[in-house]
Structures are given as C-alpha cells and as structure tokens.
C-alpha cells in the first residue's frame, strides 16, 4: 500500500509539476496577476508530494518489504538500519528521487520565504524549476520507477555493495545533489532574468545566497567522497581524476567562479551577461555529471546498471535545457545593459582574473573527461587520461590562480594600487620565503617543485590573515580602534578571508602527502616487524571476527616509535555474506605529522600476509581544509547583508504601499 | 586608460590564459595518455619497450602464480592470444582467476608485461567496459548474468 501511495504522490507531482510550468509564464506575459500567482502553491505542493514519494520509498526501505523490486535489489534484512536509510538513495532509482525531492524543495524555499522577490521574478524562476522537474519526473516514472513489486515477494534482499556501507558515504551523495541541485536555483534566475529582459544589482543580491549554499554543499561533498575513497578503498589515495570524480569537480570550479562574479555584479553592477552565462554553464555541468554518472557511459563505482533509454533520456533532458538556455542567451543577452567601468588593476579586475583561470582549468577538467569519450565514439580507440594529463593541464593553470589570490581581497573596487597591495603583502611573501627555503634545507628526497607548494600554500594562508588585519588595520591605529573595526567588519569579509584560508591547508596537503608519502609493501609471517617513517609494525597475526552481516578477518598490529608504543592496529578484510563480495578495510593511525594507514592483503603460501603500509604526512589538511572553506562559506551566508531585504524591508513595504497608492 | 585600452587588456589577457592552456593540454594530450590494448592487439603491432600502456583480458585459469615476497605472476588472455604479467604489491580483491583484468604498466624486452597497478574492481560481475567489447569482437563473450542487476552503486 505505502509502495501505491508513493507512485501515486509522484505521478500527482509530475502533474503539478506541468502546472507550475505553464500557467506563471502565461500569466507574466499577459500580465494576469491570479495565473502568475499559481506559482507559489504549485511550488509548495509539489515539494510535500515528493516528500510523500520519498518517505514512502524510506518506509519500504526500513521495514524491508521486499515485494518492491527496488528494496530487493539494494537492501538485505541484515543490514544495518543507517544503511538501510541510506539505501534509499545507494541506487539509481532512489537517487534521482532525491535529487527532485532537493530540488522542489529549493523551489519551495523560494515560494515560501521570496516574498521580497518581485512578483514577476519569482513566478518566472518557479516555472523554471517546475519546468526542470517535469524532466526529471518524467524521467523517473517512464524509465526509473523505484515502486514497482514484486510478485511473490522474496525472502531476503541482494544486500548493498558492501564498499558503500559506510557512514561518510551515507551522507556523501545528498550533500553532492544539494550542490549540484543548488546551482539550479542561480540558472532558473539567470533564464527568468533572460526571459524578462532585465536585470539589476538586486538580482546578483538574490542569487549569491543560493549559490553560496550550493558552493557549500558541494565542497562538503566532495571532501567527504574524497575521504572515503582514502580510506575505503584502500590505496590511500586521495583524489584520483576520475570522470565520475570530474563530473563532481566542475561545476565545483564553475560555481566558485560565479561566486565570485556575482560579488562583482552585486557591488558593482558588471559582468551581467557573463554572470549570467557562468551561471548556465554551471547547471549545465551539473546536469553533464548527473548525465556521466547516471547514463553509464563511464564505467565506475558510480555506474549503475547499463540501460540506453536512461542514458538517451537524460542526453535529451540535457539537449533541451543547456541548448534552450544557450539559445535564449544568444538572444535576450545583447538587451541586458552593461555597466560599472572599472580599470584592469582593481578588486572587478582581479576578480576577472580569477574567473577566467577558473574556466579554463575547468575546460582543461572537461577536456580531459571527454576526449576519451569523443575518441573512442569516433575511432574506436580507447585510451584513458589520468592523472598526469590533469596534473600537467590543470595544474599550472590553478598555480597562476592561487599565487594571485591574496592580492584581490586587498585592491580597492573601481580602480586599485597594485604596489600598496604588494607592500602589504610582504610580510606574508617573507615568511612563505622562509617557510621554502626551511623545507628545502631539511628535505631529504621528493621533488624540488614540493617548497615551492608549501611556500603557496603558507601564501594564501598568510594572505587571508593579511586580508583581515589590513580590514581591521590592525598596524597602525590604536589597539581598541582594531577591535572596534574587527566587530564591525561584514561576515562577509570573514566568511571570504576563511574560504581562501581553508584553500591554503588544502595546498599544503596536497602537496606534503604527494611529495613525502612513504609506502611499503611487505610479506609479513606472524612475529616480523616492518620499519616505516620511524614507525616499528610488530605484525602479531590474524584472527577471524564475526559482524553484524560479514566475516571479517582481523590483522593485528603493535606500532611503536623509538621504542615507546603508539597504538594497535587491526586492518581486516571483511568477507560479505549476502552480497557475496569482500572489502578491505583499512587501519589508520593519526598523529600531527601524518596518518599511519595499514592494509591487510592476501595470505600467502608460506601463511605470510602480504601487507601495505603508508605514511601520509599531512593529509588531514587536505579535508580539514575542505571543512574550513565550508564554515568560510557558511560565515559568510549569515552576513546579514545577504539576508535580502532583512535591512530594507521597512523601505521596501513604504514604497510598494506609494507606487500603490499611485495608481 | 580609454575604454578601448581596457578592453583590450581584457581581450589580451584571456588570449593569454586561453594560449597557454591550449598548449598544455596539446602537449599532455601527445604525452600523457594511456592507450588500451588486448594481448592480440599487442602481437599485430610492435608495442615500443618502456612504453606505458593498460593491458586488459581475462586472467587464465591455473596461471597465477606466487612468488617469494609479494610478486605475482599471471597470464592474460583474451581468447586467441596471451601475455605474461607480473605484478609486486596487493592485488585488489576481487582479482580472481577467469576474471576480467586491467593492468597497467610496461612490456618489457623479456617479454613478460611489468604491471605496476592493477585496477580494483567494485563488484564479482564487473568487466570492464573495454574488456568486454575486445572480448565480444574476439569472440569469447560469454554475455551477461542474467539476473537482475547488482548492487547498483553509488
């Protein structure tokens, strides 16, 4: 019943769906206030009715009933209740329930708290959505349908892939699609904006909170995905360029970039047109990876079961909405006016620069994930572009980015001081000096590019601190005056100072765990050692464990450092019962210099276990880093002055009420 | 500064940054790709010694041998032709024997295929996709399970 009661809540949101995108647009054009108005309740219910649609799904989910086909294929009795939540969406079918169920509610969030929004703004931007959810819905019922039964109904379920039964992926994918679905709110803007011809500061102010959160939700995201991979999977890695992980990462570069050009619109009222079209190559790209994940073109740990008619279907939904907006951008753009001059050296000219370096290493990104594509489609050659084509394109570009960083924040709008931003930097410049030349002296091996990285990455963090005592002037007026300032200064400012902070501690971890990451790969019988970056591994033996629904097979490890005990170890491979299949667990010991990460391998002939032993110098940095710039993003969207009209409402209302009593 | 002089510092700066990356993913392009070949593409064309490449096929049955330490060899075939691989380091788990394989490394002057990674693989069923459409045209695809999809994944 519960299985009926979510098809049916679907099929009714498709269909209000349909409504809420036709009527607003023909009540903006033939100015009829009462079809225009149908946007906001059209939104709202459609949002409770894919709520109903997904806990319904959950409902299936946590009770286990097995007679819907989709619980039988992703879920087991056995299996622990948080996976059996997160199962919901650990498939296909489920997934793009969540992804629609995000997006009605970013849709909803705009009916319900937009009141401030003009009238015309805000129905138009809500028939977008509603326009992007009738794909979407459409999609899922004709090709995806996660309600079908099953008849008889098994006994037990396949059980879940057992690499994804774990906590930070349980939450990886519905901060990923908030990301990507976010994006969706600054195109439906940027394509209501096009159909109404017009756009001012005011729009900028409404769309950089939704961008902001989007660019949070992705960077958390991200973090947490690159996370579970190094520890998960057991190579230690970090970041693989892989085209799944790329389809994430581009709309991550592309967002960044329109964050930032947004700032320049909102403040200086230019760059309308490429704002605009930045924030349609954003959604687009969004769409791309929904399409290179969910198609199965890419064969990966995301790719689901190979089906044409979803891949074709999802091509199509992105014909349609990228060539439609690209379309309507070649022909509404020339009518949006152009504005605030501003000189080559200047906060707007930094911020070009930066936006430019972002698009290209994006396109380099997007070069590299689809040439293969491209290649193969034509010749039939495969190949495969790994990480060094991306290291070798990607790289230098995002160099030149981070190196100018720390100037932006410290030139003024309009027209800026290169010199003066210079002199104020220098402080910062001398101890990223200092720092390379330290690590250069006491470097034993790697290679000599890794100073230089650490010496960036002591830049950009120096920049921020710089950014913030220049804003307080912390040197040169008295101290209660720098106090006073620092309270006063904007979130915002903050917020920024954090973001580009956090981007430092992820250089320097990159660069430390890639330039001085020591590795070993051993046969180790019971009772031999294994020395690795001063550490001691007694390997003690194996013991056989017993989980909630796995084996697993138990290594067990003393480390020790110069004699003294650190901690125990007990990397194990669990053998899944249900689903047939085994995973490596990895062991980690964290300490301030870097994680000690214990993989358990076969056994081998002699009862020797071959085992792999890392030490990975400061790799924390790279997620506590991605942490940072989530907080700088959050910091920055509780600035009051992008809660719109939260100063202004008083004046606002006064003015409606004159313009009324005009008429 | 006229108006004209900022635009073309604009228009100069983004032919700048436009250049220089074309030129880096031109030269990573011709320098830094993986081609993809079966043991039967490998004996057609002369592969040049020290050249990285991925190998893939299906591991022979009975081949896989352990050496002293953590040296592994095995034989990869894709039906008509086979190669000889070895490996050093920890195989991922689901490397099974008659299971489909990609490895990655160098073919030596002795003949034997130097992998320095072999590629984990997420589930029993898996193959990868390049594996599967050599072996189809080879002839020895054995089709699909039919059962209902695995574990769909995310």
Known sequence: MIAETGHYALILALVVAIVQMVLPVIGTRYRDPQLTAIAVPAAQLEFILIAIAFFALMTAYVTSDFSVLNVWQNSAAAKPMLYKISGVWGNHEGSMILWVLILTLFGAAVATFGTNLPRQLQANVLAVQGSIAVAFLLFIVTTSNPFIRLNPAPFDGQGMNPVLQDPALAFHPPFLYAGYVGFSMAFSFAVAALIDGRIDAAWARWVRPWTLAAWMCLTLGISMGSWWAYYELGWGGFWFWDPVENASFMPWLAGTALLHSALVMEKRDALKVWTILLAIITFSLSLMGTFLVRSGVLTSVHAFAVDPARGVFILAIMGVFIGGAFALFAWRAPLLSQGGLFAPISREGSLVLNNLLLTVACAAVLVGTLYPLALEALTGDKISVGAPFFNLTFGPLIVALLIVVPFGPLLAWKRGDLLAAAQRLMAAAIVALIVMVIVLAFMQKGPWLAPLGIGLGVWLLLGAVTDIANRVKLFGAAPGEAWRRARNLPRAAYGGALAHAGLGLVVIGIVATTAWRAERIEALAPGQTLDIAGYQLLFEGVEPRQGPNYRARVGMFKVTRGGSPVTELAPSKREFIVEKNTTTESAIHVSWRGDLYVVLGDQLKNGAYSVRVYFNPLVRLIWLGGLVMFFGGGVSLSDRRLRVGAPKRARAKAKVEAVAAGE | ?154
Do not use: C
Request: hydrophobic residues 40%.
């Open chain 2, 1 to 154: 500064m006229t108006r004209k002089q900022r635009r073309g510092v604009l228009i100069g700066t983004s032919l700048v940054v436009l250049g220089l990356a074309v030129g880096l993913v031109l030269y990573a392009m011709s320098d830094s790709i993986v081609f993809f070949y079966s043991p039967s593409d490998l004996t057609a064309m002369q592969a040049a010694p020290g050249k990285r490449f991925r190998l893939g096929g299906l591991v022979e049955k009975g081949s896989v041998v352990r050496d002293q330490g953590t040296t592994v060899r095995f034989i990869v075939t894709d039906g008509a032709k086979t190669l000889p691989v070895t490996y050093t380091g920890v195989l991922p788990d689901l490397f099974r024997e008659g299971q489909g394989v990609v490895a990655e490394g160098t073919l030596e002057p002795d003949g034997v295929f130097h992998a320095d990674n072999v590629l984990a693989k997420h589930d029993e069923k898996y193959m990868p996709p390049e594996v599967a459409a050599k072996l189809k045209k080879q002839g020895v695809w054995r089709g699909e399970a039919s059962a209902p999809s695995p574990n769909a994944t995310n």
